[in-house]
């Protein structure tokens, strides 16, 4: 911003770890939305080692950051303990903005001072930014609504979240010892401790791997997610009626680990990939045990997929289908 420059500030957090190529992608994207009301200060919190990560921030005009913890969270509050700007947002380095990111949700906290944060769409894509999915979500909800549905598998995307600085200072910086989800547990201390709102508006297009690609990843992953889950659902059980409720939350908030374990399973085996199909297998199990053998027993697209990965032959027998 120059001496000048009377534009609204907003402080752009932006993780980053040995992509050059999609930082740039990512940066582009801020600096394109701007406007003669929006301008963005943005800080790239770097923990990895590639000198041409610091080139790449420096040609779109951003603060390069050399962090020297692992993981998103340590990049990210690097990046906000040194944000200066009114309203705060976010996008990892593989996603990319849209147009129409971040002024409507800076519109909605102008007009309405109780509101801290507010949520936007998102736009699932492959890898080279293809649209596989409409936005979403349609509405998340507001208030105890929302907790509910953060805490029964809508993972809201930071990439379209903006919150006014006062409150991020509030809910404090990311936990570090998450090595996944700990996006998910800082926007979960947000909506249980401010006002949340929702714009229906595409912000952002959600880079998403190609199924059945990052097993190990899934299963980092999921230890971290039964750990948000519960340090949150516990202290707001009551926003699930019972303990019922509270146990389809986490199964719903979890089903999506076990889902991809399945599916890579049932996809490896058909490809013929036994011992790939086995460690999916293995994966499911880990999630959900019981319903790992409910569906080796049960269900047919598991069931057979089990069956050419352990027996011998590699093939179902006659009859077992």
Known sequence: MGVNDNRLLISVIVPTCDRPALLREALASIRAIETDRLAFEILVGDNGTVPETRIVAETFGASWIKVNRIGAGAARNAALR???????????????????????????????????????????????????TPPWPANPGIGDGLVRAMLSSYYPQLGATVVRATA??????????????????????????????????????????????????????????????????????????????????????????????????????????????????????KVFPARTVFHVVIRQRLRSAALRTLLPSGKPQLGTL
Not at 87 to 99: E, G, Q, R, T
Not at 101 to 119: E, K, L, T, Y
Not at 209 to 216: E, L, M
Request: charged content about 25%; glycine content about 8%.
């Open 82 to 132: 040194a944000a200066k700007g009114e309203f705060i947002a976010f996008l990892d380095d593989d996603d990319v903005w849209l147009k129409d990111n971040v002024a409507p949700q800076v519109a909605m906290m102008r007009r309405d001072a109780s509101i801290d944060a507010v949520f936007g769409q998102v736009i699932s894509t492959d890898q080279e930014l293809t649209p596989q």
């Open 168 to 285: 991020a200072r509030v809910v404090g910086l990311f936990d570090e010892t998450l090595l996944g989800d700990q996006d998910w547990d800082w926007q979960l201390r947000l909506a249980r401790r401010r006002r949340v709102g929702f714009t229906a508006t595409p912000g952002v297009l959600f880079r998403q791997r190609p199924p059945g690609s990052f097993d190990k990843l899934r299963l980092t992953r999921v230890g971290f997610a039964r750990k948000v889950f519960l340090r949150h659902a516990l202290p707001e059980w009551k926003v699930f009626g019972n303990p019922v409720g509270l146990a389809k939350s986490y199964s719903q908030t979890l089903r999506q680990y076990f889902d991809y374990f399945v599916e890579a399973a049932v996809s490896r085996a058909g490809r013929g990939e036994r011992a790939e199909a086995r460690s999916a297998l293995a994966g499911a199990f």
